[in-house]
């Protein structure tokens, strides 16, 4: 029964999440067509802040991915709300302390007057994103991907509404200002559709205790962040905006080659964290670990193929300008292939409780 319900929730998911890719594809060429190979390379710049303002959180999410489902493993469904109660709370606090000091750092780090104007705006859509992810990550502990699916899709398509006009009419600046409007409003609906109701719960003791669970997968995080970011703050700096522009080609074919394992994971993570919760036994989780691994390493190949396939044609007729990034977009997507098949052992480490 588990494994049907495994591969129904993969399928809705992926199924939502491939909707997502696609509308995040076609936002992606044409933003990228509106900003032009400069506006591409300031873009990328504000992801960068946008992904160290995410940090801000210690990793308490990560935290209650694990936690909640092992809690509703072993019958404790109390216990379960409140470590989702105590997760808000610290998420308000620590992502209105990250949006002011990106703020403030807007205008010391930043020459450029249209980064100085968009780091500002950064600093807004790093919190509600933290709002938005955490009603995500509560969706899916609680294996509600039903509901996640329809999130994830209902998301994207108001970014696509809002942020290619925003791009179009007022490049970099108004793309981002239109992804905090539609970050905002998907969180608002997700919280709607799926009943979340939250409380101001300030339990340190119970906070401390999340944080130390999550920390160690948070500074893992941090290091891979920074080595997988590295190239693009080497590339700005050393070649300039607009070789930066062309090498976003090749970030946006890899962000599709992560999609798939991620997807997966997201649907067996939970149920994972629920079997062992109840046992905490590694022997009972054996067979769903090696066989997840197995299914994905097949499939990426797969993946990675169809992606080369796909932007080549697509690049040279809509995004003539940036025909150089082609050669490193395909050396970029054959090296993610290792990134993505290690997924899993992260999840078997972390759910064991040795990601020290």
């Given amino acids: 029964m588990q494994k049907h319900i495994i591969i129904r929730d993969t399928l809705i998911y992926s199924g939502a999440s491939y909707i997502a890719i696609f509308v995040g594809f076609f936002v992606s060429i044409f933003s990228k067509r509106f900003f032009g190979v400069s506006g591409a390379g300031y873009w990328a710049i504000l992801t960068v802040v946008i992904t160290y303002g995410m940090y801000i959180s210690l990793g308490i999410q990560n935290a209650l991915i694990r936690e909640v489902p092992q809690c509703i493993g072993a019958k404790e469904v109390e216990k379960a709300k409140e470590i989702e109660n105590v997760t808000y709370s610290f998420l308000v606090i620590a ?51 039903s509901i996640l699916s329809r999130v994830v899709v209902l998301n994207i398509l108001l970014v696509a509404i809002l942020a290619l006009p925003g791009a179009y009419f007022f490049n970099v600046n108004g793309f981002a200002t239109a992804m905090v409007i539609a970050t905002t409003l998907s969180f608002f609906l997700a919280k709607r559709l799926a009943s979340i109701r939250f409380s101001l719960s300030f339990d340190w003791v119970h906070i401390w205790h999340l944080i130390k669970i999550g920390l160690a997968m948070f500074l893992v995080s941090i290091l891979s962040r920074t080595f997988l970011n590295v190239d693009k703050i080497m590339i700005g700096k050393m070649l300039g905006i607009e070789q ?17 394992p991620r997807f997966f994971n997201i ?11 109840a046992t905490k036994d590694i022997h009972d989780i054996k067979g769903m670990v090696i066989k997840s691994n197995y299914f994905i390493s097949r499939l990426i190949p797969i993946l990675i193929g169809t992606i080369i396939f796909i932007t080549q044609p697509v690049v040279l007729i809509v995004l003539p300008q940036f025909e150089g990034g082609l050669d490193i977009m395909k050396i970029l997507v054959i090296g993610y292939y290792f990134i993505a098949i290690n997924q899993m052992s992260s999840t078997l480490i972390y759910t064991i409780d040795k990601q020290r």
């Fill in 95 to 145: 992502g209105l302390t990250g949006a002011v000091v990106i703020w403030l750092l807007s205008f010391f780090l930043f020459a450029d007057p249209l980064l100085k104007t968009g780091v500002k705006i950064i600093a807004v859509l790093v919190f509600v994103t933290h709002m938005y992810n955490l009603i995500l990550n509560i969706l899916r502990a609680r294996k509600q991907i």
């Fill in 244 to 260: 930066l522009g062309l090498y976003t080609i090749g970030i946006m074919a890899i962000q599709q080659i992560n999609s798939l």
């Fill in 267 to 277: 649907v067996i993570f939970p149920h994972i964290q629920e079997k062992y919760g």
